[in-house]
């Protein structure tokens, strides 16, 4: 937090300021406090003030008071409180979804790939669960995938995680039918995530047996002709 105290007349009084922040002293006597690291630089006509804070809590309301006086013959004072507002959180995001949502004609191997995270505070690992057709294929309780997707990989990217589901060949999808993915993840602040797409797995190949003539040139000719 910076705070700049100023006075257009004559000097501020260092040893005269004091700073709460929530009631908690932050600077007294012109000295920052332990609990909150200061840094105090000379500006034009007063001080800055940077002040080093506990992270306050999203969608609080955070109290600030500031008194000092000059250093005219009058010793002029003041005394102001003001306030302001911590953001609210926003929830989750899953993104980056490849296949994208309704993709068709998917091949029946492709790995499936998604980013989870945050805006403002991270992504809880442990509250990541993933169902690829309705079957729990990552527990973020337990840190594992299961059976058929073992070559899996999470990586840690801003605030969030990539995934790249890779399926073993018992749990390749299915030739002209959907795949259900559903994301469920929560942040450091409870908001929470659920989020579901579905592609479509290219049509397989139909078998077709074909009359194969077997014989002298003579005989195929014939036959054809």
Sequence with gaps: MVLEILDNAGA??????NIWINGAPA?????GQPAFPTAITTVSLGYRFVIGHPDFTLGSTVYVR???QDTSDWQS?????????????TDPIVANQD???GSINVNKDAPISFDVYDLETDVVPESIMVWVRGLLVYDGSIGEFAAGWVESVITRIAKGYHFELVPDRDQYHRAGEQTGVRVVATDET????DASWVFTAAEG?????YRMLIGSVRDIDEEIG
Excluded: K
């Design 190 to 193: 409870a908001r929470s995530v």
């Design 66 to 68: 500031a008194a000092a």
């Design 12 to 17: 501020v009084n260092l040893s005269s300021v």
């Design 27 to 31: 600077v007294v006597n012109g000295v």
């Design 77 to 89: 004072q003041m005394d102001e409180v003001y306030q302001f507002g911590i953001g609210t959180d």
């Design 99 to 101: 296949p994208s949502p």
């Design 205 to 209: 190949i139909p078998l077709r047996i």
